[in-house]
């Protein structure tokens, strides 16, 4: 399925439905994530002459740490089947200061995509590959004979014989009984391997240079022994990248990039702040600065050529705890005009956390002690006792939202992690509400 029909096939409500399996609450964002990515879709069927005006309604995110911002664009990722990337903002210096420039984002979002179609167009030649592959393991085992016309006393020619002899080792080979026979073949290498790197910052010229360098260097053959099981994948994998035309794969991505691609901007509040001429903070504003052209739109070099950033969807994220969205540069807050705040977490909420997601922490913890052959099993008090502890300690201590559930789990549960299996046989642990209050009283107290 091609990332059109995957689209189609994934409506807001659906989306929706998607996150609810992994992330608890926060409608609102849900809703704004899964509208922008539907209309990704629904711009691709427009027609030409308005298509090109349609822009995309970037968002930010703001809520505490801890509430599923960073968790929404993990799911968003593996849902969207289009070119997504999550960066950090906090990596990025200003243009003249060493570090990466906030470019390269766009870059790395190109080395995905071209990663994505490259997998994709393998896919499509996989068979291809794996029957060349087989027929070069077939020419180490019987090799074919030159051109003879002299005919055997059974009135069989020698090539009809060795013809013969190779579909009855081809049967062989695909049954899978020759699979552990060792066999000595050529494979491409190149020359050597080298590392070229430019000045800090220039990414691409490193990229450019090694590459030019790897171009001169012819590539050479080696021999290589492996059983024939091992050899089918090494060939085929050789095969099928040389019946993939790069320059179509290239093409592909970078116009996934521009119809489609997302960029995650996660910690944005850490480049906001009052204005300062000295420390860390005086590249601050400057990376704003730089943010600005590649979110409205222009065009970014790579080393696949040049990509337009004028449809590609930000999704920016932070907790704001010291600074404020409005400490952000004017022009950069009205290049994201959806604006979602997510709300921190109630008890109520740890408890669905911990026993509904697919991937919950109790779940987690279960599928580890199973490991050990231990079952265990939570009650409903204790539950409730843990999600009760969690959301008191957020509100005395710092409100570090779910992530608060881990520390406590993994305080209430260090014991047994440490002595199973050798000081606690037993194959059932049941974790009761008082065991819980005995753990945890002295957390709540310190």
Known sequence: MDNGDLMKNLTPTQIVKELDKYIIGQNEAKRAVAIALRNRWRRQQVEEG?????????IILIGPTGVGKTEIARRLAKLAGAPFIKVEASKYTEVGYVGRDVESMIRDLTDLAVSMVRSEKTLSVQEKAERMAEEKILDQLIPPLKKSSVKEENGETEELQNEKTREWMREKLRNGELDDRMIEFDITTPAFGMQVLGPLGMDDMSMNLQEMFSSMIPKKKKKRKTAIKEAKKIIAQEEAEKLIDMEAVQKEAIKRVQESGIVFIDEIDKIAGAKSQQGPDVSREGVQRDLLPIVEGSTVNTKYGPVKTDHILFI?????HVSKPSDLIPELQGRFPIRVELKSLTEEDFIKILTLPQNALLKQYTALLSAEGVSIRFTDSAIKEVAKTAALVNDQVEN??????????????????FDVPDKMPQSEIEITGEMVNAKLDKIVKN
């Open 316 to 320: 920016a994220s932070g907790a704001f």
């Open 400 to 417: 570090i939202g779910a992530r608060r559930l881990h520390t406590i789990l993994t305080t209430l549960l260090e014991d047994i992690l």
């Open 50 to 58: 308005i298509k090109e005006e349609i822009m995309p309604n970037n």
